[in-house]
């Protein structure tokens, strides 16, 4: 097992948000888009033999510093997952949004919600889904003009 | 409206994960979940009109330089929500988790899976759920001993 798995960052001594979990189907399709499309780097990936399934954690970091997403992956799962009405989003805040929306474009990545400014004063925000259908939404964080 | 609503705290120049968003069906009864037992606080809380909405986000920092859970209450949300088979979990470090849990269990908070240590090496986990029924996962984050 990689020890880093194990290892949550520097900041031990007070509480934090450390990761939002989602189960994936296929865990190369999930790569892929999270890390070769979004741009985000594998932390830790860990087999666990005896539960039949696989632990990727992936953040923009190289460490567990920053919040995370864990995508789970059972080896024997079948069926595609529903995503239920409670859970919304995951959010990545993007400091060039447009540029960020031509290179996802080139790369064949979906918008469902297209770049725009939805409420006057706020950034552009766009969403995408991932390859199992999760809403992730793209906040600009940088640069933009407050109106 | 709140302008600290649209500040993403000091690290624009990079994509990083910002927040994940759950709805909740009544905004009191999550404050009190996530504020008064979990210890986190408002960050920031925008009423949307037009769009009977409101937003609020939490974390345990006072800015949104660190990862926070974005909680939305539809004025006129009827039901409760379903979670679907897709989202897991959020998970929160704690430094002490023997220590939170105490804290937890007497402010009346269900664990759904005590504190335990799942495999041997890794930090006790456990589980509980917030008032809507999503799934928070706790792992210690400091100073246990490694097997």
């Known amino acids: 097992m990689d020890d880093s798995y194990w290892m949550w960052g520097k900041n031990a001594s007070h509480p934090r948000i450390l990761h939002a979990m989602i189960r994936v189907r296929n ?7 999270y890390c070769n499309k979004l741009g985000m780097k594998v932390i830790s990936q860990t087999d666990f033999e005896q539960g039949r399934f696989t632990i990727v954690f992936v953040n923009f970091s190289d460490d567990f510093d920053s919040g995370a997403i864990e995508l789970t992956h059972n080896w024997d799962g079948a069926e595609d997952y529903h995503h239920g009405s409670g859970y919304g989003h ?19 990545v979906e918008f ?17 889904r991932d390859p199992d259908g999760y809403s992730i939404e793209l906040i600009q964080t940088g640069g ?4």
């Open 112 to 128: 469902t919600v297209e770049p725009k400014v939805m409420i006057a004063g706020a950034p552009p925000l766009a969403f995408v």
């Open 27 to 33: 865990l190369d399709r999930s790569l892929d888009f």
């Open 144 to 147: 933009y003009v407050e109106t």
């Open 90 to 108: 995951v959010a990545i805040g993007v400091p060039d949004l447009a540029a960020f929306h031509m290179r996802l474009t080139k790369l064949g």
